[in-house]
């Protein structure tokens, strides 16, 4: 190749997305979505008011519990189309 020459264009075709790929979630999906964020967040507060069995005693599982239904409800909030 010479010093001006420029390399051709490539003669492979890429066909567009399709269509298929974009269709919209299901219902479960934001139905688990706020399930997650509601139970995460009253797990977390009936910690803190003492109701569930273990809370008084200084256990952290129910706020670990709670936080992490929380996050599984923005990793369900991210697949939401």
């Known amino acids: 190749m010479a010093a001006g020459d420029k390399p051709s264009a ?13 269709k919209p979630s299901p219902m479960i999906v934001p139905i688990l979505m706020f399930a997650c964020f509601g139970i995460g967040l009253l797990m977390i507060v009936l910690n803190y008011a003492g109701v569930l069995p273990g809370a008084k005693d200084g256990s952290s599982w ?20």
């Open 10 to 22: 490539s003669s492979r075709y890429t066909p567009p997305a399709s269509q298929a790929m974009y």
């Open 62 to 81: 129910y706020i670990l519990g709670g936080l992490s239904l929380i996050l599984l409800g923005i990793i369900t909030a991210t697949q939401y189309r």
